[in-house]
């Protein structure tokens, strides 16, 4: 590796030698086991005109986005994540895939389409049985039948097992009677029913022979077909929003309506004409998180989509950056402003971490497919928390890097017309909603101190003792900075050292490892005031699910460069995983100095280490960018009018 | 101070026994030297109906904003920034607070006042001389003139020197003639220019008896009453942006237009009718900057502004996350979400770097008032260099914060009736107009480092040894962490001593005086190579920049403490200053650790203390915000009904 100043003396501009097939070699790579479905939507979607939403009203915004929706039906896409016994594709995998494509275009779009066929649609098939399969699915595959998915309450978003919309069985009619019982139980923030939805799903308290049994899904007509509201109906549009707004959120009430006893979506429960209750699962908890549970693939869909926002963002802002000059050198010369190490700072780290994630998301999409209904109770629930993991990194990775886009094109990158705004403004939404992400790292880290605490209770008294003990004798390595799996490495700023993967991933296990153990040796002292710690040690407990998340990712990048047929791209691929491993370790260097996994020479050693893979990357920038395959009218930014594209 | 266990365990709301006193103390004290003056602005703007721009089209929201700044000609706000002479008020540090008060509304209205007033008028009064003060400035006051600062181009916003267009001076015609070259050379981003800009004080290389004397001002008409594009004007406009689209900014290209000669601002450079060039500046590079060093404070306002703006975004999230409460303590009471500590961590360091934000932009804006146009070229220059690195400051803390506080509504922080999409789009500009941050860190930078050398230079060789020396030492007292000044409090984790405020101060000394002494010595190696050099340090130089801003901010907000004379506000205020400063530390402290400055015992403190502090100022949260007197019609958000305020 050459050092800094000579490659950045050369001011490096886009490798004029890298040979013709090193973009495809990556795109190959990147478009893994659904390839052939990513080849068909890029070219299904690069024989499309395509323009962003630009100043269009919300209304007109919603118009367009249900026209496009309608144009979906033509194609394949809609079904394939339905049963092929409905018309559907079997394919859930290539369901999600198909979710990720569609946010290279306007989110509006794949917003309302994941409302449609994947809530609405997915809730129906999933929480449903034959006869609502039968009645709905082909339907709301066509799109003669729009719904809502509406579960998030104004009082509860985050908190769905106390919602507080009732459905109360009525025997003698042989009817459920859904009611809102105040303003703050309204459903709120529904995609579809302000303006176009038909049916809901709605969740609420079953009550039956005066018990309740938790939280289940009905299917609920809130209007006509005329559009007009249902008896005892209310409907509000929330109105504009920061971004989304080809999506009409809207706000239910219900007023004592009245819907058939078949009306409830009864795989996980149901209710016999005389009001007894039955069900496969006895706790009512359990069996509402296992209904939740079916429906993570709207979760999966989202960390997709806002990963193609992402690599939108920075193929506009690479570009950009490539085409705008600005002050002059010495000799001169007016400097590129992607040349410099800061503009690099801004980009290329974030680029590394996109490829990182795309991977990860990539292994999630393929257990999510390969993860079927019957699979063990432990390994959906893995996978649960693994998808809320990567949702979070995903979508705060997405709002952190389209921002430094926007920022790195300057007064271009505020203008509609380039592109940028609308990406910021519609993925925002992202981190909070389809779970908040503060409250999903918690359920990521919660799983794991089940895990922990399960095998603790699977040990004899002796072997617990011997935790115990290493664990102190860990703590005392720690303290000497010497522990053992990283003692060769910890000490001294050999450079070298930092390039070596087994010890980046090491660093990522010990640190997932330390960070879980300490803060299940805090939870542990909880005795009567379990709230008080655990909120102490809350920003403890969302590390946690971080620095986990962080262990998968890289893992799933190390995994990617293991399969990689292409020599030339393989070396790249190496490059950019360093990077990503390394500006990681660089923003938690503070951890890892005051735990004695870096010394004070090392972590400076790191900074600089970044620094000089930014300036090796400098010129694969635009490679890295182009191998994302988005098609050519979803980057037409008068900025980049004169860019070689 | 309470361990946190059990403050959490109270679960603590807004303290009921808070003396009533303690509001109107903290304003006061925030108020400061221009305190009659805001307390007029609020009680001006608390009389007015407000509400903010939703869903508007960009064409009403236009005219909109500019029936508002007509409105505003009824008041004394346009005038004060202007001389007394000319019907202004004289009160430069008042002008400057009025923007800032502006901010607290639609920031359309602010940037389109900053525009015409202070931009425009500024140009005229800071770099016209009588003639042309007597023949515009009552005019652009009463907006009989509306019009355009046009500097930015196409090709060049940061590198204004580099700018392309020209005035060249014809004196057969004794004329300026203003053109165009090319696309490149064109005004972007130009505010006023799209719709309602008459005349534009336009930047332009000046060019006479074939000789180029750099860049100057020139008053160009543009459009005629009926606001037809005057001959040889091109104007396009911007179309819609991410937020601001109340301010029509558009695109100037010149065709050979030409203009007479007194249409040159001659404060700083003339030619006379034969073509002669004088000035009282020899250097055109010097002249350039001197002029660039009189329009400061547009700058200084936008950092207010955005100031204003992050207070009305807090003021908000914390009054809901009084209100939201989401799930359920074993006691079955469902929790406040600011009493956990996560959210907590969103919104409290935030709230404390506001109040450390504002004094120190007091303080500037007292600077800049007594900064006479007469004092010192040395003083101008830190003048300017500290409103750099305060716009930065403030600026990314706005977008950090209205982020934040955005996430912490999540649903309802989306809706645009919640106000804070509005505010995280227009602020978003803040951070790369009137400045790109970037490049202002590093004017800030290179400030410093130009007194570094100037401090060199002075020194005689044994002096300069000596020097030498003395870092020598300092290097190796580094290395055994124990540098003297911090010596007594660097080991251990004794808490109480985090609370030290010499220690706060002088570790934040500490590290300014030690980042520029190490960049300096990195830059001193420049050699035949200054650009690769100079690049490869680039993060390390923008660095400096930071720290040495973050340094002025503590000591500002030291001296706010030390003047406040109310003792319960001062009490709080030192928690608050902890707060700001410890998470300042614990955000940096990788740096500390790496160069012994904190152990890691110390640093795991510091962490601990945040969390501490954050219980600890809970119950104060609604207080702080109030205290920043906005007037309450700017904070109605639906989300907030139900709020007692």
Known sequence: MPPVTDQAAQAAHTDPDAPATLVPALTSLLDGRWAALRADLRAQMGGEPYQDPIGLTVEAHRARVLDQLQALTATDRPGLGFDKAHGGGGDIGGSVVSFEMLGFGDLSLMVKAGVQWGLFGGA??????????????????????????????????????????????DPDAGEFV?????????????????????????????????????????????????????AGVTIEDCGPKAGLNGVDNGRLGFDHVRIPRDALLDRFGDVAPDGTYTSPIESDARRFF?????????????????????????????RYGELRRQFTKPDGE???VLDYLGHQRKLLPALATTYALHFAQDEL???????????????????????????????????????????????????????????KADTDVFTTFEGDNTVLLQLVAK????????????????????????????????????????DRLTEGDDREALFDRDWQVKLFEDREQHVLESVADRLRKAGDNPFGVFNAAQDHVLRAGRVHTDRLVLEAFVRAIDRCPDPGAKALLERVCDLYALANIEADRAWFLEHGRLSAGRSKAVIAAVNTLCAELRPHARTLVDAFGIPRQYLAAPMLDGSAS
């Open 124 to 169: 129906v098939q999933l929480l449903g049985t034959a006869p609502h399969h039968e009645r709905y699915l082909r339907r709301i595959k066509d799109l003669d039948l729009l719904g809502c998915f509406a579960m998030t309450e104004h009082g509860h978003g985050s908190d769905v097992q106390h919602l507080r919309t009732t459905a109360t069985y």
């Open 178 to 230: 859904v009611h809102t019982p105040d303003r703050d139980a309204m459903k709120e923030y529904i995609g579809n029913a302000a303006r176009d939805g038909r049916m809901a799903v709605v969740f609420a308290q079953l009550v039956t022979r005066g018990d309740s049994r938790g939280v289940h899904a009905f299917m609920v007509p809130i209007r006509d077909d005329a559009g007009t509201a249902a």
């Open 290 to 318: 296992t209904m939740l549970g079916t429906l993570i693939r709207g979760r999966v869909s989202v960390g997709g989509s806002a990963g193609s926002a992402t690599k939108r963002a920075l193929a506009l802002a690479v």
């Open 334 to 336: 007016e400097v590129v």
């Open 365 to 423: 999409v393929a257990a999510l497919h390969d993860t079927g209904a019957d699979a063990p109770e432990e390994e959906q629930r893995r996978l649960e928390s693994r998808a809320a993991g990567m949702k979070v990194a995903n979508t705060w990775h997405a709002t952190r890097t389209i921002q430094a886009a926007r920022e790195a094109c300057g007064g271009a990158g505020y203008l509609a017309e380039n592109l940028l705004p609308g990406l």
């Open 447 to 486: 799983g794991l101190l089940t895990d922990y605490k399960d095998s603790f209770q699977n040990l004899s008294p002796l072997a617990t003792a011997r935790i115990v003990a290493e664990r102190v004798l860990g703590a005392v390595a720690e303290r000497t900075a010497a522990r053992k799996v990283l």
